[in-house]
């Protein structure tokens, strides 16, 4: 009976197990069959936060939103509007009006007691490569306005002359030392207010020792302050992540906002438009070029390194046709080659003589005098090329009256300082005091095999792309032809920005804590800052 029975209950329960089973078939069909979530994305902030958070525009990991990387024409389409007007023309009256204000023609003139109390900041070179050595002039120019001080140029020891002083022309705004130590004694500032003449110096390159970052220096009370080391345009834009509000708001006025890449003024060439000037003779071997005529409409330099690379000029060749192309450029526009490596120059001018007119500085052909007495070579051939030195400030002037466009090729790294220093003249050139923007467009060229790592091997914080050059950027790219920014970043901010390891290892030496993808850790700087010694280094002069 009791067998019979489980059979009976077993075979009530066949029926609910077979209900059972279907029910669970068909809702796992419909499982199957019902449409997939979109794919998340993440949502990055572009907001500008003076450190009061631990984020930036970039998380601590995983894809940024669908890619995880970016080719370099990718990473370039912030910069395709070209200058940006309004916040530049906003830069230069900031920089027209300080100059007024701090200029050496109205300092020098103040009472004796205003002049002590006012303070200076000292730009000085070792005339080595131009655009490293612009550099330290044009950082000390864009401290001076931070910090609300007069611009002094350093002069060379022995023969008093300005840094390039044969080639470049300064404006009279700024002072020498000479004159600060004259008036210094003039005016009586020890004997009659008990203050002396002293600089505090801060080496940039000496992470340990510098101040960049944990010091006010709106605070600072010596009279001269010379901030040593900066050979690029990064050194300035550490103020952005100074602790102090203060600097970082001084430094966010004049900089712009590190994470709208795309809407950043055009600040070196507006220092260097209202700073320097080809000397005269240099402008008149530009005008033997030019003969007469209009600017040129492209120019395009060649950092070759005495290298006839095919892949680098094939590449080049691609950037100015589509240089024209973007510029609706008719007819036959002028293109100005300019390279380290004339032999390079005089190869490449049939092909681009095929679809434009071309222009170079031919040196062995121009009969000015001035140039009869200076060196013809320098020890630094292989750096800077066989040509006399005097020939890169022609090739600068020159490249620099570009109407529309600048492009970038080398052998091995794209967009240096003075590839950077020619794109920031010609655009400040071409921007009128009343434009509202201006198409002028900087463009960098990549052959293939630079970008088989993606950017990993533009390192140096003097290439335009070292900030490109970590994980975000992909291996294996095609040849590429990008828009660059005119204002070369100094942080990790932007949406595609990423760092070298090389460079992570670095800023930790400036007490900065740096993720794989560029996020800055402002309590670890914090509480570098508060536990670090106070380094202050100082010269008295005696007069």
């Not at 990008?482 to 390891?501: A, K, R, V």
Request: charged share 20%.
């Amino acid at each position: 009976m009791r067998y019979g029975g489980g059979r009976k209950r077993r075979l009530l329960l066949q029926p609910f197990l077979v209900l059972c089973a279907t029910v669970t078939g068909l809702g796992l069909l419909m499982l199957a069959l019902r449409p997939l979530d979109p794919p998340i994305t993440v949502d990055f902030p572009r907001d500008f936060e003076f450190g009061d958070s631990n984020s930036s525009s970039l998380d601590g990991g995983g894809i940024v939103g669908e890619k995880p990387c970016a080719t370099v024409e990718e990473m370039g389409k912030d910069f395709e509007t070209g200058v940006v007007g309004k916040e530049t023309l906003r830069v230069r009256r900031i920089i027209e009006d300080h100059f007024v204000l701090n200029g050496a023609s109205r300092i020098r003139d103040l009472p004796p007691e205003q002049f002590c109390s006012h303070g200076f900041v000292l730009g000085k070179t070792a005339e080595a490569g131009f655009g490293n050595e612009m550099y330290k002039v044009l950082t000390a120019a864009a401290l001076s306005i931070m910090l609300n001080r007069s611009l002094i140029i350093g002069q060379t020891r022995h023969i008093g002359k300005y840094p390039f002083g044969d080639y470049i022309s300064y404006s009279n705004f700024t002072f020498t030392m000479n004159e600060i130590k004259h008036l210094w004694r003039q005016n009586g500032c020890k004997s009659k207010y008990g203050r002396q003449l002293v600089m505090r110096t801060d080496d940039f390159e000496k992470p340990a020792q510098t101040n960049v970052l944990c010091s006010n220096w709106k605070e600072w009370k010596q009279p001269i302050i010379w901030f040593q080391g900066t050979t690029d345009a990064v050194a300035a834009q550490f103020f952005l992540k100074n602790i102090y509000s203060q600097m970082r708001i001084a430094a966010f006025d004049l900089f712009g906002d590190p994470q709208v890449l795309g809407s950043r003024p055009n600040v070196f060439g507006e220092l260097m438009r209202i700073l320097i000037s080809p000397s005269k003779d240099v402008e008149a071997a530009v005008n033997w070029v030019i003969g007469g005529e209009d600017n040129p409409d492209i120019s395009l330099h060649m950092r070759m390194l005495m290298n006839r690379s095919i892949r680098a000029v094939q590449a080049a060749l691609y950037c100015i046709k589509k240089a024209i192309q973007s510029q609706r450029l008719m007819s036959r526009p002028k293109v100005v080659v300019v390279s380290d490596t004339p032999s390079l120059v005089k190869s490449i001018v049939p092909n681009i003589s095929e679809f434009a007119e071309v222009l170079y500085f031919d040196y062995e052909k121009f009969k000015g005098n001035i140039f009869e007495g200076l060196p013809k070579s320098d020890f630094r051939v292989k750096d800077w090329g066989p040509a006399p030195r005097w020939v890169a400030f022609v090739d600068f002037f020159l490249a620099s009256r570009a109407k529309y466009a600048v492009v970038s090729g080398a052998h091995r790294r794209v967009g240096t300082t003075y590839a950077q220093l020619i794109a920031a003249l010609a655009a400040t050139r071409n921007l009128g005091d009343n434009s509202s923007s201006s198409s002028f467009s900087f463009l960098s060229s990549f052959q293939s095999n630079m970008l088989t790592d993606g950017l990993k091997n533009q390192i140096g914080w003097g290439h335009v792309w070292n900030r490109y050059a970590g994980p975000l950027s992909c291996p294996n790219q095609t040849n590429q032809c990008s828009f660059t920014p005119l204002l070369p970043p100094g942080w990790w901010d932007g949406l595609w920005q990423s760092p070298i390891p090389r460079d992570i290892n670095r800023l930790a030496a400036y007490g900065i804590q740096l993720s794989g993808l560029g996020t800055v850790d402002y309590d670890s700087l914090q509480n570098y800052c508060s536990s670090r010694k106070n380094v202050e280094r100082a010269i008295t002069f005696n007069l």
